[in-house]
């Protein structure tokens, strides 16, 4: 009779240290906080306005790998005015983006082979996974701030040009 209350007091302290540690698992749970990406300038861009001749100029990171392309402004934080995105295709075909993990507002310019701007999606919206189209064949989308479309008076013709660092 001795042996079988020893063999439950063992289940019930082997049991007990079980829940206790599986609940502190719990409790101690790891959480993965994003490291913040950060602006690397790596050329410059000028967009040329056809109405009055004048030259907006930005800093910009060139998305030409499927890496950059694929996470483009995601994770940032902020980005400055004079700042931007530019994409770069090898192919000219209609484009579709998205806002998915981008936590700032952007405005989208596409760009064709010319390097003429063919449209805009202006005040995309942070997270959203909506499809933001080019509606024409582009080979270039820059992304800047949201508002800079409208603050810089662009529009579609406008063209521009950029080099690498």
């Known amino acids: 009779m001795l042996l079988p209350k020893r063999f439950s007091l063992l289940i019930f302290i082997t049991s007990t240290g079980l829940l206790l540690n599986l609940s502190a698992c719990k409790e101690n749970k790891k959480t993965i906080k994003q490291t913040e990406v950060i602006f690397k300038k790596e050329g ?12 907006i100029t930005l800093d910009i990171e060139i998305a030409d790998t499927d890496f950059d392309v694929q996470t483009g402004l995601m994770y940032r934080n902020s980005m400055d005015t004079k700042q931007g995105m530019l994409f770069v295709f090898e192919d000219v075909k209609e484009r579709f983006f998205y806002m998915k ?4 507002p952007l405005d989208l310019i ?6 003429s701007i063919v449209s805009f999606q202006k005040n995309a919206k942070p997270f959203d996974e909506s499809s933001l189209p080019s509606n024409f064949p582009a ?8 508002g800079l479309i409208d603050t810089w008076g662009l529009s579609v013709g406008d063209s521009i040009n950029y080099t690498e660092d």
Not at 101 to 104: M, P, Q, S, V
């Open 101 to 104: 993990n981008t936590k700032i």
């Open 44 to 55: 410059e861009l000028t967009i040329f306005k056809s109405i009055d001749s004048t030259k």
């Open 139 to 146: 080979k270039y989308v820059l992304e800047i701030n949201a």
């Open 110 to 115: 596409y760009i064709n082979e010319n390097k």
